[in-house]
Structures are given as structure tokens and as C-alpha cells.
């Protein structure tokens, strides 16, 4: 992808999906790269505590997936200038993640494709929703 | 009218005011092992000194347990029965690259509760303010956690 894709996307055209499997090393990896030592994401016990059934997906983790999905759908060059992501669902680990996406905008003038972008759990509930806006440089 | 003490959390978390100001500094080691953890292996084409959209996420003092002002919410006498990011908003005005050394100033902005499904809810909104070495803004960031407590009627 680039720039060019400026003068022949679509609004609708489906992203190509991502899938991530998920287990308590990749929470851990993630926990010693972010800084996210919050206990729900590697202490079982913990996380029952706390009420939850299971070790909590970094929902950051997940985010970042999407980010992911949106960049290198951009392609070398491709900018994220805006992200917002809500989490509206808990995953718990182990978990199958796919990401997907679909361009909502597409902006010539200032260069920018507006996408939205979610997550799916291992049994299709839908856990995170993002929107992110992309640029090209000129 | 509220079932936890609203008024007596936005005080504690200062709403609006400068909660604090960190330095950090964006090393090419963290960022190969963040993209590494987030499974976003480096492209031909791909400037490995520019950091991944989600890395403000490392930038932000609560989330790297450098700013705990709001330590008290988990000993209100409520059972909790879940929590976590809610939700976050990130606007660049550049990318953040390897070297940048970044002053983040957090804020507390909001402070509601929501009936859901769990329980109660509290929600707690900060914002950061990313500015490099030369004062210039880098990025903002909006980010919102939330908890929920079981509060008998």
C-alpha cells in the first residue's frame, strides 16, 4: 500500500485479517515490554479475586494488535495520526484473537483514510472496537 | 444519587490540576522488545526508530505504575468485580522515535459512576500531555479505567 491507495480505496473495502494466539507467556512478554505489571494479566488466584474467571487479556495488547492491522495495512510510509480504542469485552487466556478492519473514510486532500477496526474472541463476541486515521507523506 | 463518594475522589485525584510530570526516554532495545510482544515484526521498508502507534501506552505514568495517586479506590469497602482500561485515545503531531526524550504531564479530568452489568461503575479519565527535549507537543493521549463494585441497594 501507499499514497496511491489514496486515488483507488474505498469506503467498505475489508482490511486483511490478523489472527494472534494468546497464552500466559504472550501476557507476560507483554507485561515485561509495557510495563503492565497489574497481577489480573499473571496471577490465577489474583485474577479470581478481583472477579474475573480467567488471566485478563491486556486490553493494550489487543489495541495494539488493531493499531498493528491499520499500519502495515498502510504499508511503508503510512502514519497512524489518531487511534481511540474501547474495550468492550474481556478476554481471558488462553484466547484466539482475530483482528479485522474496514476503511469508514477516505480524505484526498489532507492525505488521510479513516479505518474501523475490532477484535473477536475465541467464540465471536466482539471485545474491542477502534477507529484509526491513517496518513501518507506528500 | 451516587452510591460511591464521587466528591471525595475527584478531590483526592486533584481533578484538573497537574497530578505529575515524568521524563522517559524512547530506547531502540524497548522498542524491538515492545514489537516483539505485540507481534509486529519489522518490514523491509520499515524505519525501525519510529515507534509503533500503541507505544504511548509506555509513556503513560499510571500504566507503568510511576503516578499511584488514585491507590485508595481499591480499599473503598465495596467488593469489586472487575476492572480495567475502558478505553484510549491517542493523537499524534508527529511520531515518537528512538532518542526522543519525552516529558508526560498527567491530569485527572473526569471522575463518574455508571450502573452496568457488574455493578457499579467508576470511571476515571486522565490525560497526558507528550512533549519532546525542545518543548514541542509530540502527542495526547486520553485514557479512561474503570471499576466496578457491588454496592448493595
Request: hydrophobic share 40%.
Amino acid at each position: 500500500m501507499s499514497a496511491r491507495i489514496l486515488d483507488s480505496v474505498e469506503i467498505g473495502t475489508a482490511l486483511t485479517t490478523s489472527v494472534h494466539e494468546i497464552d500466559l507467556e504472550t501476557l507476560v512478554r507483554y507485561a515485561g515490554a509495557s510495563g503492565d505489571f497489574a497481577r489480573i494479566h499473571y496471577d490465577l488466584e489474583y485474577a479470581r479475586l478481583r472477579g474475573f474467571a480467567g488471566l485478563v487479556v491486556h486490553g493494550l495488547l489487543k489495541a495494539s494488535y488493531l493499531a498493528e492491522l491499520a499500519r502495515s495495512w498502510g504499508g511503508a510510509g503510512a502514519q497512524v495520526i489518531a487511534f481511540s480504542v474501547r474495550y468492550v469485552g474481556v478476554d481471558l487466556a488462553p484466547a484466539r484473537i482475530t483482528c479485522r478492519g474496514e476503511v469508514t473514510s477516505v480524505d484526498p486532500e489532507h492525505g488521510t483514510v479513516g479505518l474501523r477496526l475490532w477484535t473477536e474472541s475465541t467464540d465471536e463476541r466482539v471485545t474491542t472496537e477502534a477507529t484509526a486515521t491513517i496518513r501518507w507523506p506528500r | 444519587m451516587s452510591a460511591l463518594p464521587l466528591d471525595e475522589i475527584k478531590a483526592r485525584l486533584r481533578l484538573g490540576e497537574v497530578a505529575g510530570e515524568f521524563e522517559y526516554r524512547v530506547e531502540a532495545n524497548d522498542l524491538a522488545r515492545f514489537r516483539a510482544a505485540i507481534d509486529a515484526p519489522l518490514g523491509p521498508d520499515d524505519d525501525p526508530e519510529l515507534a509503533p502507534p500503541t507505544y504511548f501506552a509506555l509513556l503513560d505514568p499510571m500504566e507503568r505504575g510511576d503516578l499511584a495517586s488514585d491507590a485508595f479506590v481499591y480499599e473503598l469497602p465495596f467488593p469489586m468485580t472487575g476492572g480495567g482500561n475502558a478505553f484510549n485515545e491517542v493523537e499524534y503531531d508527529r511520531p515518537i522515535r528512538v532518542g526522543d526524550v519525552l516529558t508526560v504531564t498527567t491530569r485527572f479530568t473526569e471522575v463518574y459512576e455508571k450502573q452496568g452489568r457488574q455493578g457499579t461503575l467508576l470511571f476515571r479519565v486522565r490525560e497526558n500531555e507528550i512533549r519532546d527535549a525542545s518543548g514541542e507537543r509530540v502527542a495526547k493521549t486520553r485514557l479512561g479505567h474503570v471499576l466496578s463494585f457491588e454496592i448493595a441497594s
